[in-house]
């Protein structure tokens, strides 16, 4: 690099320097601005009044896109907790254990559209009709999951994992809700033919508090 085109450089940033120091210069001198022209690759030579309208319309998108997606979300949350909580309910005031697994079923399939629950109990004392009974390591070995810390777990339809559900059609997709600390009393086996439903990076909150519910209402003296 040449000694001219090593000054330029120095005076560039002395000037790019004392810019960003002073952002109120163009106001002083709006003169300026009308003679600043920016090369754009997609608009050509436009001014920087031009670049910065530009840039500001562009965050103000992005923006509203994002803002968009929070009330879209937050729509969607409300939703769900309103499904969640009438479920709750009707869970809570079923008179008999049998009620509380029919309950669960039909609510499951009618209120979140899901193609296949299953319940897998790992004891069925009471002869309760449209559960599953496996002992807890069978369970495990189907699901490959130790329910370690308690939480549903969520993602793609496995080999093993299609051995839990009853549809006919080929399920993309799972839920898998642990019933009872370590799913002791069982799990809620939820299965969609949508790869999309059941994420493994998905929010499990709302899963959690089915699982709660349902647990509760199973172990529940009638």
Same mark, same amino acid.
């Given at each position: ?40 690759? @997609?608009?050509?030579? @436009? ?22 997606? /929070?009330?879209?979300?937050?729509? @969607?949350?409300?939703?769900?907790? @309103? ?26 399939? *009618?209120?979140?559209?899901? *193609? ?12 309760? *009709? ?13 699901? *490959? ?56 990076? /998905? ?20």
């Amino acid at each position: 690099m040449g000694k001219a085109a090593e000054d330029l450089l120095r005076v560039e940033g002395k000037i790019a320097n004392y810019l960003e120091k002073n952002p109120e210069f163009f106001e002083r001198h709006p003169q300026l601005l009308e003679n600043l022209k920016i090369n754009h690759k @997609v608009y050509g030579s @436009v001014s920087l009044v031009e670049r910065q309208i530009l840039n500001l319309r562009q965050r103000s998108e992005t923006l509203q896109g994002r803002l968009n997606e /929070m009330m879209n979300n937050a729509q @969607v949350n409300s939703a769900l907790l @309103v499904k969640c909580s009438e479920l709750a309910v009707n869970l809570i005031h079923a008179p008999n254990k049998q009620e509380v697994v029919d309950t669960l079923i039909k609510q499951i399939h *009618d209120y979140f559209d899901i *193609d296949d629950c299953q319940v897998w109990l790992c004891h069925n004392d009471d002869n309760l *009709d449209n559960v599953n009974v496996s002992d807890i390591d069978t369970l495990r070995k189907f699901t *490959d999951q130790q329910f370690i810390q308690d939480d549903p777990v969520c993602g793609r339809v496995t080999e093993s994992i299609s051995q839990l559900f009853e549809s006919e059609q080929t399920l993309e997709s799972y839920a898998l809700i642990p019933l009872g600390e370590g799913a002791e009393v069982g799990i809620i086996a939820l299965g969609s033919h949508d790869v999309e439903l059941f994420t493994a990076d /998905m929010g499990t909150l709302f899963l959690r508090f089915i699982g709660d519910v349902a647990e509760a209402c199973l172990i529940k003296e009638t």
